[in-house]
């Protein structure tokens, strides 16, 4: 794979004296008593602005409700709030003392995003520019790292977007898997100018995620490899060093906490930002992505040097807007950074930027319009706001219609005997379909991943062993104690994502007992699970390929899997039966007891 143009891109701020800054050189003091007062040291200030997990928000919208986008917190989202805050701070600092950059997952995770892959793809002959790049290269990103999602529609679809970019996309261990040479720009480099005639050398170094070997394994397997982070920063970061870089910020698609969700399945570390600091020397700043957390500032020490670096993650989708504040002091000839700090910025104490919304008012108003289409009707009213804790008609949807899919796909061949069995998890608390006419956006609601469908066939026992996992999920509440559904679930951090409900099996989970030894009263048609015998699970792509680290189901046996996306493949099943009537498929396999009796 050829590497990107830019790669080795040395980018500079454009030529002009920069804002008055502390420790400007001051005119030689009188002699006094024979002896001259010493300059003031020269001294410049400058500010790196850095975004993550964008996931295609561009709107303060949610296609999805199709309505203003709104949380808990209150929070709002997208570029065009993002925009607003890079401009005032760029006001404030100086245009040619800032850089912009993004630490990844850009270009999908909303319909804004999906229509430009898959409906009216920038990948077609004249197709449009992807509404990410129209915006990040109006607001003038300076780089940007790759995420484990930009690979989530193919490297044509990722290349595409690359190339309508006015900003290179980096990553350094991100490997063409025959030459073994980066298949993106590594890093960049941007000189800002001083009011003292030595510039600033700042290099960015990009780093992604090394679960997309696991993650996107049909898309990128044979074609690249990604090593690990803290293997290619101690690679790179004494090359941009010798390069003359005076300050080397990483922009790191990884999580801080040095854990990884997928188990033991690659002998890298999902979320090693943190690692990357405190093994690595040489580096002043890490902009931390993946993990969908806020850090406005956290401090790792690097074991060689001493120093500290600083760490900062600003939260996804456009709701935060990360600083990183440096001071440079010349010494010895260089410029040599004193302090560095971070904070976050609050999207929702701004307006949108009318230059994004007008820019991208035609695209916003194309997939209003296509979320919007009725494809079928429903006889009932069906939500997920209590599917965390029962099992609900909602969830039985996706369920039946995995269920339908793998055993029509599995039809005529050698496991086609076997009874399928489906996962599912509740992956928003507020998707509903309602009753009447069902919309694409209803139906894709339930299911906000790029997740497609596989099959792998697993053993009784094995089954027991992945619902006593999934069960985890529940705080362990003794029989008769208060039962508060606000704090019942997401025990030790689990997501809502990574709790799954299995159908096809019947079971009991009882939350008194420890984690480990819930599930009871475990049967198949009537009679208890047998152990040996053998089932097709119908599971998603991040699941079956380690996601969740759940056991067993990513060392099974794939027998089939789909490449188009399981949220397409419910508005098709919606589509072909015309009528959603809950009656037909939904029931109760699973209900949550303390001791044998039911808690709802």
Known sequence: MPLNRRTFLERSAAAGAGVAVAGAIAAPAQAHGGHARPRPRKRYSFTVMGTTDLHGNVFNWDYFTDKE??????NDVGLAKISTLVDQVRKEKGRRNTLLIDAGDTIQGTQLSYYYAKVDPITARRGPVHPMAQAMNAIGYDAAALGNHEFNYGIPVLRKFEEQCD??????????????RPAFAPYSMHRLRTPHGKDVRVAVLGLTNPGIAIWDKANVSGKMVFPGLEEQAAKWGPKLRSMGADVVVVSAHSGSSGTSSYGDQLPHVENAAGLVAEQVPGIDAILVGHAHTEIPEYRVRNKETGKDVVLSEPLKWGQRLTLFDFDLVWEKGRWTVEKVGAQVLNSNTVAEDPEITGLLGDEHRKVVAYVNQIIGTSTAAMTTADAPWKDEPIIDLINVVQTETVKAALAGGAHASLPVLSQASCFSRTARIPAGQVSIKDAAG???????????????????????????????????????????????????????????LTYDIDIAKPAGSRIVNLSFEGGPLDPAARFVLAVNNYRASGGGAFPHVAGAQQLWANSDEIRNTIIQWVQAKGTVDPALFASVDWKLTRDGVPVF
């Open 167 to 180: 900003f290179p996309l980096l990553g350094a261990n991100a490997l063409d898997a025959k030459t073994l």
């Open 69 to 74: 986008f709104d949380d808990k917190a209150h």
């Open 446 to 504: 339930l299911y906000p991943f790029e997740n497609t469908l596989e099959a792998r066939l697993m053993t009784g026992a094995q089954l027991k062993d992945y619902l006593e996992f999934s069960a985890r999920y529940y705080v362990q509440t003794a029989a008769g104690a208060p039962v508060d559904t606000a704090k019942l679930t997401n025990a030790d951090g689990v997501p809502d994502y990574n709790y799954d409900a299995v159908s096809g």
